[in-house]
């Protein structure tokens, strides 16, 4: 069973950095683009980045680019978020999602994890 | 304020149908497909449908999608209590590049 886990939230000061982790298993990861969902805590769903099997095209919210930057270890079955400059806003909760095929234009996300949180606060 | 809109509640008795809008510029809807996912109270959402219509293996054909022109909609027949839910509307945006998601939609089942 196809299964994805995210850590590396937390509380983290505004102007800091955090990188996030996600851990997939069940499936062959480099057959698939991978993409970062949040959601603020009683808000809707906000698509932040995703990024192809072979890392070749990448794409960005304009809400984070410049700020942050999504990676991938197709050796390690591992999707990354290194978020730099975070601002109060970024607090959420931060979902890993399978895209149905290699290509993040295959948007279809069919797969998700629980999430990890992160607070950013003074 | 999301790029594609849909209404931010709807609600059913069991046994009805409802039905969930979920309108676009024809930039986004008309141009790309449209996705649908559920997410169960304190859950992480889940695909519900994909290109318009097509349901993922295990849901049931009590969901059902559709797209004309710059609008999609997902109709939830034969509506039970485990139903309750947000749903929301996703497409791909060409001159965002990237994933629009519409602002959710609460559905209550009385």
């Known amino acids: 069973e196809a299964q994805l886990v995210e850590s590396g939230g937390g509380l983290v000061q505004p102007g800091r950095s955090r990188r996030l982790s996600c851990a997939a298993s069940g499936f062959t990861f480099d057959d698939y683009a991978m993409h970062w969902v949040r959601q603020v805590t009683g808000k809707g769903l906000e698509w932040v980045s995703g990024?192809?099997?072979?890392?070749?095209?990448?794409a960005y919210a304009d809400s984070v680019k410049g700020r942050f930057t999504i990676s991938r270890d197709n050796a390690k079955n591992s999707l990354y978020l290194q978020m730099d400059s975070l601002r109060v806003e970024d607090t959420a909760l931060y979902y890993c999602a399978k895209g149905i095929w290699n290509d993040i234009y295959y948007y279809d996300l069919d797969v998700w994890g629980q999430g990890t949180t992160v607070t950013v606060s003074s | 304020q999301s790029v594609l809109t849909q209404p931010p509640s709807a609600s059913g008795t069991p046994g009805q149908r409802v039905t969930i809008s979920c309108s676009g510029s024809?930039?986004?809807?008309?141009?790309?497909?449209v996705n649908w996912y559920q997410q169960l109270p304190g859950t992480a959402p889940k695909l519900l449908i994909f290109?318009?219509?097509q349901r993922p293996s295990g849901v049931p054909d009590r969901f059902a999608g559709s797209r004309s022109g710059t609008s999609a909609s997902l109709a939830i027949s034969g509506l039970q209590s485990a139903d309750e839910a947000d749903y929301y509307c996703a497409t791909w945006d060409d001159s965002l590049n990237g994933v629009v998601f519409g602002g959710g939609t609460q559905l209550t089942v009385l």
């Open positions: 290109s318009n219509n």
């Open positions: 990024i192809s099997w072979n890392s070749g095209s990448i």
């Open positions: 024809r930039s986004k809807i008309a141009r790309n497909s």
